[in-house]
């Protein structure tokens, strides 16, 4: 545990009246653990459920006495797979929230899921409750890849969830992709792409595959018997963007592609740089000048008073930073003003930025060393 600024030592931390515009709640419970995931989640425990709903709208009830002031556009509920909560234990949680705060001005509000865990049932209760927005994992529609990433769930399941959900009235879908997996090959990624396409999704994510430490699978990529291929995932990425721009998909951040109008207000608050509450263990805020990050296990989630792990100082000038680093990952790029032009010119002449009348952006081939980008300005 680190204690920078006593923040965390501090309940009597006072953000009077404070708007906050962006609300997170992580749920860190799955069906099954898959192999690569490196988020805070473990294995659903009937036993902890209960007690950890109510840790939740504890930690909120904190929050507010604090003197926060939560008027969100924006709901994100993420895990783990939220969707592992039966339909009582997601009503008493959104019920719960409902009863603290105003969602007047609510503009989207997104759930994860998981193939496995999505029901009619939930569906309808999600969207009668005011969850407008479903986000769910299907990695890939080929049998042989599922079984290497170790999913619970098959493809013909993740098609019939899809279907559900649209007949329960969900009109603005994400589907999760992965790409660089072992033994994938470009072709079965192109059929993974046109499959997703033609289901007719409003948003895609595609994310490549990336060894987390302390998973499994970065533990098998140590031991030499997975192996990374950077030249293939480039083509894969490349793939990816040439297809889903052929469809109608804008691609509006690295591994985001949307149809106009179904970007994600919740993740794009994040890339440009504004405050946000997390609810739940593992959870981070950034409000002002602090950011915390809630105890990453949840039996001490539900026992503590208070459930801040780690929390920092945030000087303007790291919030410009970060903002400028997540924000040339975006299709809406920076402010040509907060680039040096020295270093923008640079980039420029290299083909990694492009300006856009007063906005800097990377193009293709600087979104494929985004990373690396991004790292010149944290
Ligand atoms: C919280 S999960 C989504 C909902 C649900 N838990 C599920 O997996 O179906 C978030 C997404 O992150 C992506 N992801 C997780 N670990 C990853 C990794 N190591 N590399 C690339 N993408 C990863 C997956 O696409 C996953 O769907
Ligand atoms: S990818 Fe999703 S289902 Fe799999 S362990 Fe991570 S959060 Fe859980």
Known sequence: MHFQN????????????YVIRHVYVHIPFCPKICPYCSFYKEASDRNKTQ?????????????????????????FFGGGTPTALTAKQLEYLILGLRARIDFSDLDEWTIEMNPATVSLEKAQ?????????ASMGVQSWNPEILTRLGRVHSAEQAKSSYTLLREAGFTNINLDLIFGVPGQTVDVWHRTLEKTVSLNPQHISAYCLTY????????????????????QDASFFETTMAGLSQAGFQQYEISNYAKPGYECRHNLAYWLGRDYLGLGPSAFSTILTERWQNVSDTSRYIESTSPVAFSEYLSPETRKAESIAFGLRTYYGVPS?????????????EGYMERLENRLRLTTRGKMVADSIAELFV
């Open 6 to 17: 006593g923040f965390d030592q501090d309940p009597l931390i006072r953000f009077d009246h």
């Open 51 to 75: 007690a950890f709903l109510d840790a939740v709208l504890q930690e909120l009830d904190l929050r507010l006495n604090q003197g926060l002031i939560l008027r969100p556009e924006t709901v």
């Open 125 to 133: 209760l999600l969207l009668r409750l005011g969850v407008t927005r």
């Open 212 to 231: 987390e430490e302390d998973t499994e699978f970065f533990r098998r990529f140590q031991e030499g018997e997975l192996i990374q291929n950077t030249y």
């Open 337 to 349: 003003q907060q680039i040096e032009p020295e270093q923008a010119n640079t980039l420029i002449q």
